[in-house]
Structure formats: structure tokens, C-alpha cells
């Protein structure tokens, strides 16, 4: 008789096909199967327990098996588990509408669920596409990304989407778009000032030239997740964003990852005091519960769908569980306990404790840089410290230094050469110091044997 663990890895192997996983290392390896969770702790079917240091892919908030959280979701089980929006309502999705228009920046004061960030995504660039169309205004059909942008998986985000790795196999089935860089100060000649004077000085040129074409630009506001937890200089975003104002291209923000908390404030663009017409958010909207996304809308966007039936303005665009009531209700229920904990308010000082931490990593000879916004860190290893000549793909740094770290009792995933550590933010002090100690041995271990 097999070992629950034995029985649940061969069938895992046999039928799972996991996402973002090259299946042929995958079924060599011995997969962690994750059973429960407690706190900012999982545990797999072994019994052996892990922080969750990057928040189960950047999902989790207040950790796992919440109690307010799971009462939240068991309430509303026993009043419905999902309900249409199509032309009717329910409750915890009113709710929650209401409860995002009042945190928002300001101006977004319209809420579109959906289930994903990609959807998010999706939802934000067709209402940009069709806002112009419904104001009688055409050919403003191109959108402006960024280089390494990474907006999620579906088509239409995979279009806005810039990390050749990803993305490059499918470019002939994709929408064309126009791609500024994004401003990566550490491996940009002049540093921080030049990298982000070069950014503005593309979206500038770009602007004058072709804002009669472009419906929108997209961004990650201040930290560029997927692409390597790049920073962008101060008032670069502000300077973005002003930009796009002027020559009459709306501005879609992509807060899926920097969203609710994140990066210290409730979201990145508020660093800034940026308001964009579009905002997507998802991964810890429900605390990283429930899979609920939303594009929050200024009243401005609305008002061109708002219009005679006859008329055929109306936003044609759904998904069957869109404003889901059990994902809606626990995510009024973490953004209930943001409140009541000052998660928010929290994440600075626990941000400083994270960098003081890390300070150890500056002088070792394999450490590129570390880049921290908030709760959300990115550490680049290099070769070469001193020419930044990063590891070669083969090498697999990254990927070491993740089974490193857990085989020392943490979870994170790598993006390439970059480490990632995105803790929850309920995570305490001396959880904080557990996680970086790992961190910190794990990039020794590997870098330094
Ligand atoms: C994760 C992510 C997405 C995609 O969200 P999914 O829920 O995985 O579809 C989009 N944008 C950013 C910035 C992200 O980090």
C-alpha cells in the first residue's frame, strides 16, 4: 500500500499539466503537495511546514486560513454561492463595488468584475478600444506598453505583453503594440536619472508622432512585477501620466500586483498621487482567496457606454462568474481587516526591517542588486558583479536558490537571475526575520559553494 504522498505524486505526474512548468523537469522532481496552510505557513501532506515567502504568487495578504476570512466565505455558502451579474445583482458584489469606488483614486467610480487579472486586463483594453469608437473618434486603435511588461495570459493582455520569453512564440497571432522601456535604472548607463529621462523622452516622441493612433498606454505603476521587481524612478509615473493627459491617450493602470497594500501604500499610483481612467485589480483583492479581478473605470469612460439601447454602446463583454458573491464576499472581508489592522499602515516599517536584513547580501560577490518597494523585493544575481554579467540561462541560478530555499523551510519562485521575495504583509516581525534568514543562506549556499 502506497503512502498518500506516493499515491497523490504519481497521479499528480501522470494527469496534472502545472502552469509555467517545463513538465519534463517537473515529473523527475518530488512535487510539494500542499495540503493546508496556518498563518503565513503551508504545509504539505508530509507535514512539513514552509513560509509562504512569496504569498503563494503574490496572492496572499493576512495569510492563510484566516478565520474572519473563511467565516466571510462559509456565510455567504450558506446564503448563495454564485449568482449572474448579467442585468441583476447580489449582494457581497454591490457591496464590494461600493467599497472599491471609496478607496480608488480618485475618479474611479465604476467597478467591472472579473475573474482574473488577464480578464482584468482584457476588460481594460477593450473599454479603452471601444471608448473611442462610442465617441465617434477612430483610429485611436494602438496601445503603448512597456519593455518587459508582463499584463497576463490571454490574448489580448499577451499583446501588451513584452517579455520575450513569454511571449515572443505567439507574436503572430497578436495585436500590435508600441513599446517604450521601462525605466531599469541598474542596468542603464546613466542610472536612475537617465533610465527614466529615456523613458520619458520615448513616450514623448511616441506621443507627438502617434497619439491620433493610441487608444491607451499601459503600465505597472512603480514596480514592474514579472519583469523583475523593477522600480521605477520617483515622479517618473507622475511624469507618465501627465504625458498621457496631454496628448489625449488614456492610461490604464495595471495594480494587479502593486494593488492593496503591496508596495505601502493601498495602491502604487497613490505613491504618486496618479489617478489613471483605468485600473486593474485582482491577486490580493480577495486577500488571495478566491479568484476575483476588476477594472475600476472613471465616470468619464462610462459615460461613452452610457447611452440609448438603440444606440449600441453598451460594453459587450462578460465571464459566467463574473462578480462572483463568494469571492466578493471575502474580498470585503480582508479589505475589512486591512482596515481594522492598519495592514497599510504596517508595511513601511516591516518594509525597512526587510531591507536592514538584507543589507547583509550588499558586499557578497554574486549580488546585482536589491530592489524593494514596500513588501515587494526583487534581489539580481549576477555573474560578474562588477561588469553585471548576468548567469547564463543553463545555469538555472534562480531555480537553485528556490529549492534551496526550500529545502530550508521556505516557498518563492524566481523570475530568471532575480530572487523574489513577496512575503504576506500580516507576516510579523519575527516571521520577517525567519524568511530573510533563508533567503539570505539560501543565496549563499548556492552563490557561494
Ligand atoms: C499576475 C499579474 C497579472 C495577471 O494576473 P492573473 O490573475 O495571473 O491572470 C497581470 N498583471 C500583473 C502586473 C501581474 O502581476
Given at each position: 500500500?502506497?503512502?498518500?504522498?506516493?499515491?497523490?505524486?504519481?497521479?499528480?505526474?501522470?494527469?496534472?499539466?502545472?502552469?509555467?512548468?517545463?513538465?519534463?523537469?517537473?515529473?523527475?522532481?518530488?512535487?510539494?503537495?500542499?495540503?493546508?496552510g496556518?498563518?503565513?505557513?503551508?504545509?504539505?501532506?508530509?507535514?512539513?511546514?514552509?513560509?509562504?515567502?512569496?504569498s503563494s504568487?503574490?496572492l496572499n495578504v493576512h495569510g492563510h486560513n484566516v478565520?474572519e476570512l473563511n467565516?466571510a466565505v462559509?456565510?455567504?455558502?450558506?446564503?448563495?454561492?454564485?449568482?449572474?451579474?448579467?442585468?441583476?445583482?447580489?449582494?457581497?458584489?454591490?457591496?464590494?463595488?461600493?467599497?472599491?469606488?471609496?478607496?480608488?483614486?480618485?475618479?474611479?467610480?465604476?467597478?467591472?468584475?472579473?475573474?482574473?487579472?488577464?480578464?482584468?486586463?482584457?476588460?481594460?483594453?477593450?473599454?479603452?478600444?471601444?471608448?473611442?469608437?462610442?465617441?465617434?473618434?477612430?483610429?485611436?486603435?494602438?496601445?503603448?506598453?512597456?519593455?518587459?511588461?508582463?499584463?497576463?495570459?490571454?490574448?489580448?493582455?499577451?499583446?501588451?505583453?513584452?517579455?520575450?520569453?513569454?511571449?515572443?512564440?505567439?507574436?503572430?497571432?497578436?495585436?500590435?503594440?508600441?513599446?517604450?522601456?521601462?525605466?531599469?535604472?541598474?542596468?542603464?548607463?546613466?542610472?536612475?536619472?537617465?533610465?527614466?529621462?529615456?523613458?520619458?523622452?520615448?513616450?514623448?516622441?511616441?506621443?507627438?508622432?502617434?497619439?491620433?493612433?493610441?487608444?491607451?498606454?499601459?503600465?505597472?505603476?512603480?514596480?514592474?512585477?514579472?519583469?523583475?521587481?523593477?522600480?521605477?524612478?520617483?515622479?517618473?509615473?507622475?511624469?507618465?501620466?501627465?504625458?498621457?493627459?496631454?496628448?489625449?491617450?488614456?492610461?490604464?493602470?495595471?495594480?494587479?500586483?502593486?494593488g492593496f497594500g503591496?508596495?505601502?501604500?493601498?495602491?502604487?499610483?497613490?505613491?504618486?498621487?496618479?489617478?489613471?481612467?483605468?485600473?486593474?485589480?485582482g491577486k490580493g483583492l480577495t486577500g488571495g482567496y478566491l479568484?476575483v479581478?476588476?477594472?475600476?473605470?472613471?465616470?468619464?469612460?462610462?459615460?461613452?457606454?452610457?447611452?440609448?439601447?438603440?444606440?449600441?454602446?453598451?460594453?459587450?463583454?462578460?465571464?459566467?462568474?463574473?462578480?462572483?458573491?463568494?469571492g466578493?464576499a471575502a474580498a470585503l472581508a480582508s479589505l475589512e481587516l486591512l482596515?481594522?489592522n492598519?495592514v497599510?499602515?504596517?508595511?513601511?516599517?516591516?518594509?525597512?526591517?526587510?531591507?536592514?536584513?538584507?543589507?547583509?547580501?550588499?558586499?557578497?560577490?554574486?549580488?546585482?542588486?536589491?530592489?524593494?518597494?514596500?513588501?515587494?523585493?526583487?534581489?539580481?544575481?549576477?555573474?560578474?558583479?562588477?561588469?553585471?554579467?548576468?548567469?547564463?540561462?543553463?545555469?538555472?541560478?534562480?531555480?537553485?536558490?528556490?529549492?534551496?530555499?526550500?529545502?530550508?523551510?521556505?516557498?518563492?519562485?524566481?523570475?530568471?537571475?532575480?530572487?523574489?521575495?513577496?512575503?504576506p504583509l500580516a507576516?510579523?516581525?519575527?516571521?520577517?526575520?525567519?524568511?530573510?534568514?533563508?533567503?539570505?543562506?539560501?543565496?549563499?549556499?548556492?552563490?557561494?559553494?
Amino acid at each position: 500500500m502506497s503512502t498518500s504522498y506516493e499515491r497523490l505524486a504519481a497521479i499528480d505526474k501522470a494527469h496534472l499539466w502545472h502552469p509555467f512548468t517545463q513538465m519534463k523537469d517537473y515529473v523527475r522532481s518530488e512535487p510539494l503537495i500542499i495540503e493546508r496552510g496556518d498563518g503565513v505557513m503551508l504545509y504539505d501532506v508530509q507535514g512539513r511546514g514552509y513560509y509562504d515567502g512569496f504569498s503563494s504568487v503574490w496572492l496572499n495578504v493576512h495569510g492563510h486560513n484566516v478565520p474572519e476570512l473563511n467565516r466571510a466565505v462559509t456565510g455567504q455558502l450558506g446564503k448563495v454561492a454564485h449568482s449572474t451579474l448579467l442585468g441583476m445583482s447580489n449582494v457581497p458584489a454591490v457591496e464590494l463595488a461600493g467599497k472599491l469606488a471609496a478607496i480608488a483614486p480618485e475618479g474611479l467610480t465604476k467597478v467591472f468584475y472579473s475573474d482574473s487579472g488577464a480578464t482584468g486586463v482584457e476588460i481594460a483594453l477593450k473599454m479603452a478600444f471601444q471608448y473611442w469608437r462610442n465617441l465617434g473618434i477612430r483610429g485611436k486603435t494602438s496601445f503603448i506598453t512597456m519593455e518587459q511588461a508582463y499584463h497576463g495570459d490571454t490574448i489580448g493582455a499577451v499583446s501588451v505583453g513584452s517579455i520575450p520569453l513569454y511571449h515572443d512564440v505567439f507574436r503572430p497571432l497578436l495585436f500590435p503594440s508600441l513599446t517604450i522601456p521601462y525605466p531599469y535604472a541598474y542596468r542603464h548607463e546613466g542610472g536612475a536619472e537617465a533610465a527614466a529621462e529615456a523613458t520619458l523622452s520615448a513616450l514623448r516622441a511616441c506621443l507627438e508622432r502617434k497619439a491620433d493612433e493610441i487608444a491607451a498606454l499601459i503600465v505597472e505603476p512603480i514596480v514592474q512585477g514579472a519583469g523583475g521587481i523593477v522600480v521605477m524612478p520617483p515622479g517618473c509615473l507622475r511624469d507618465i501620466a501627465a504625458l498621457c493627459r496631454r496628448y489625449g491617450v488614456l492610461l490604464i493602470a495595471d495594480e494587479v500586483a502593486t494593488g492593496f497594500g503591496r508596495t505601502g501604500a493601498m495602491f502604487a499610483c497613490g505613491l504618486e498621487d496618479v489617478a489613471p481612467d483605468l485600473m486593474v485589480v485582482g491577486k490580493g483583492l480577495t486577500g488571495g482567496y478566491l479568484p476575483v479581478a476588476a477594472t475600476l473605470a472613471t465616470d468619464d469612460v462610462y459615460q461613452a457606454f452610457y447611452a440609448d439601447y438603440e444606440a449600441q454602446k453598451t460594453f459587450f463583454h462578460g465571464h459566467s462568474y463574473t462578480g462572483n458573491p463568494l469571492g466578493c464576499a471575502a474580498a470585503l472581508a480582508s479589505l475589512e481587516l486591512l482596515e481594522k489592522n492598519r495592514v497599510v499602515e504596517g508595511v513601511e516599517s516591516k518594509a525597512a526591517f526587510v531591507r536592514r536584513k538584507l543589507e547583509v547580501l550588499e558586499d557578497r560577490p554574486h549580488l546585482g542588486e536589491i530592489r524593494q518597494k514596500g513588501l515587494m523585493v526583487g534581489i539580481e544575481l549576477v555573474r560578474d558583479k562588477r561588469t553585471k554579467e548576468p548567469y547564463g540561462w543553463e545555469e538555472r541560478i534562480g531555480v537553485r536558490v528556490s529549492q534551496r530555499a526550500r529545502e530550508l523551510g521556505m516557498l518563492t519562485r524566481p523570475l530568471g537571475n532575480v530572487i523574489v521575495f513577496i512575503p504576506p504583509l500580516a507576516s510579523t516581525i519575527d516571521e520577517l526575520d525567519a524568511m530573510t534568514r533563508i533567503l539570505t543562506a539560501a543565496i549563499g549556499d548556492v552563490t557561494e559553494r
